[in-house]
């Protein structure tokens, strides 16, 4: 069998190990996989070359504007990219080592035969077909299994931890930089379906990030670009389900008008935060009187702003220790 040329945006081989990769492979969620070959280098041109596709379709296909459908487009998307086509459903693609794939799990495979095609594949070391032959035996088994969270979202979730104590001593911008890059690697997370307790441990991270997103921004004085995701942080908090960070992302962002000369506006936004929070003594719930009582007291209603200061002191008394912090 003669060897095809190079394809322009051949998928590297740490995507075919990636799981959310291979589960939009399974999916044939090509926004995903177009979606993450652009976030490796990889561009829209040179995929559209590849695939036979114009380059704008292939943008629209990214921004899940556009889809992929017809069984043709896929195998023509397998063959440009070098996507074994097991890892898409489809029969294996001409540049592939049939012998190295024929391992995928079959009922009446003979397990020694399968056996002995693998170590036949396996003994020129590393090689394309070799990677493809352990990644279909894997994948046949890992779609078997209950989906687990992704690989990423602890380090995710211990970065926006991290975020949550401030620059220490970096400055706003690089700061700024390192949130935003990080916000962006849960996209490709968000938009594979996830068991619901994953969905909503990412929709929690999301919503901390585009939060602390928004507060350096606002330090930074761009009071547009920090509410608009202020409002990104509260839908993300919202799906989460966690009702302290949308009451926390509704608190902070009451700030924002109360910084700029509009108390009113920063009264409303207040009082939602403290009827999300509820009554429990929690930091947002604390935050939220604390703020409401603040900007009462700036639009000159200083019977409400008496009520809210009250409420705040009497949630602070009880805060648990661990709620309690220097901001």
């Not at 380059?55 to 296909?61: D, F, G, H, L, N």
């Not at 086509?85 to 009922?107: M, R």
């Amino acid at each position: 069998m003669d060897d095809l040329p190079p394809s322009p945006a051949q998928v590297p081989r740490r995507l075919l190990a990636d799981p959310v990769f291979l589960r939009a492979l399974q999916d044939r969620d090509f926004s995903v996989v177009f979606a993450m070959l652009h976030g490796v280098g990889i561009s829209f041109n040179r995929i559209a070359e590849a695939c036979a596709l114009k380059a704008e379709r292939v943008s629209q296909i990214a921004r899940g504007a556009a889809s992929v459908t017809a069984l043709a487009t896929v195998e023509r998307i397998a063959g440009g990219l070098r996507i074994p086509g097991a890892l898409l459903g489809l029969a294996a693609q001409p540049w592939e080592d049939t012998a190295a794939l024929s391992t995928e799990s079959h009922h009446g495979d003979d397990p020694m035969k399968r056996r002995n095609l693998l170590r036949g594949a396996l003994a020129a070391g590393l090689t394309a077909p070799a990677l493809a032959a352990l990644t279909a035996a894997r994948t046949d088994v890992d779609q078997s299994l209950s989906p687990d969270a992704p690989q990423d979202l602890a380090d995710l979730e211990a970065a926006a931890e991290s975020y949550g104590y401030g620059y220490h001593g970096q400055q706003p911008t690089r700061v700024l930089a390192d949130l935003v890059a990080d916000f962006t690697t849960l996209r490709p997370l968000l938009t594979v379906p996830q068991p619901a307790p994953v969905r909503a441990r990412l929709c929690r991270t999301a919503g901390q990030m585009a939060g602390m997103t928004a507060i350096v921004l606002h330090d930074l004085g761009s009071r547009r670009e920090s509410r608009a995701w202020f409002a990104t942080a509260a839908r993300a908090a919202a799906e989460s389900g966690d009702d302290q960070l949308h009451a926390w992302v509704l608190a902070r962002e009451a700030m924002v008008p109360l910084n700029y000369g509009a108390p009113k506006a920063a009264a409303g936004l207040a009082e939602r935060a403290r009827h999300v929070a509820g009554h429990r003594p929690t930091a947002a719930a604390t935050l939220a009187a604390a703020v409401a009582a603040r900007a009462y007291a700036l639009n000159h209603q200083s019977e409400q702003a008496r009520a809210a200061l009250e409420a705040a002191d009497a949630l602070m008394d009880r805060l648990p220790e661990g709620e309690r912090s220097d901001t």
